[in-house]
């Protein structure tokens, strides 16, 4: 399924920070919400900073929001 919004299409792609469960460490997954997915603008883009993994050393990508996907 596409969405489109002001001419820009999204898609739902698979959250990588809970690799598609909607759950992280027993909790509700910050970056999807508990989904499994997140809608990421097309084409998507793997986030360059944590090249898709979500995480970074220091914790969660803030560049992505944890969903591995380029949201700028």
């Known amino acids: 399924?596409?969405?489109t919004y002001v001419d820009t299409e999204y898609a739902p792609?698979?959250?990588?920070?809970?690799?598609?469960?909607g759950h992280v460490e027993g909790?509700?997954?910050e970056a999807c919400g508990g989904q499994?997915?997140?809608?990421?603008a097309q084409p998507a883009i793997i986030c360059p900073l944590c090249n898709g993994s979500g995480?970074?050393?220091s914790g969660t990508c803030r560049a992505c929001g944890g969903s591995g996907w380029a949201l700028f």
């Open 27 to 29: 909790k509700i997954c």
């Open 13 to 21: 792609e698979r959250c990588s920070l809970c690799n598609g469960t």
């Open 1 to 3: 399924m596409v969405y």
């Open 36 to 40: 499994g997915n997140v809608l990421v």
């Open 55 to 57: 995480n970074l050393e």
